[in-house]
């Protein structure tokens, strides 16, 4: 499995930014797609997720400005930021969590990483 991640880059407070990952490759019907972020120094913090099923699960601190959502058909999850902050500044990453045939618990897949800096 791969997940292929876009759309990070520069952008000044309350401005906004799309995420975007593609995941290629053996994708079961139960699984978990979303979006951690970390930044130097801190660990790794959920961000949001959603279930194959469209569940959705977002950090306090973005609730109400950024919105996930997903294309079952093309294995896709997009991360639609509004309203960004400075603090929001991390390197973001796609993540995958499924149950797969014959393995225990949920397999992970963790994308590259993309840079989001909000600056002025």
């Known amino acids: 499995v791969q997940l292929q991640a876009s759309g990070g880059g520069l952008v000044r407070p309350g401005g906004s930014l799309r995420l975007s990952c593609a995941a290629s490759?053996?994708?079961?019907?139960?699984?978990?797609m979303g979006w951690y972020r970390q930044v130097p120094g801190k660990q790794r913090e959920m961000v949001a997720t959603?279930?194959?099923?469209?569940?959705?699960t977002y950090a306090e601190y973005v609730k109400g400005r950024f919105n996930i959502s997903r294309d079952n058909a093309e294995n896709t999850v997009t991360l639609q930021m509004n309203t960004l902050k400075p603090e929001d500044t991390a390197v973001y990453y796609c993540?995958?969590?499924?149950?797969?045939?014959?393995?225990?618990?949920?397999?992970?897949?963790w994308g590259h990483g993309t840079q989001v800096t909000v600056s002025s």
């Open positions: 959603i279930t194959s099923y469209g569940g959705r």
């Open positions: 993540y995958l969590g499924q149950v797969v045939p014959g393995r225990p618990g949920v397999v992970e897949t």
């Open positions: 490759g053996n994708i079961y019907g139960i699984n978990t």
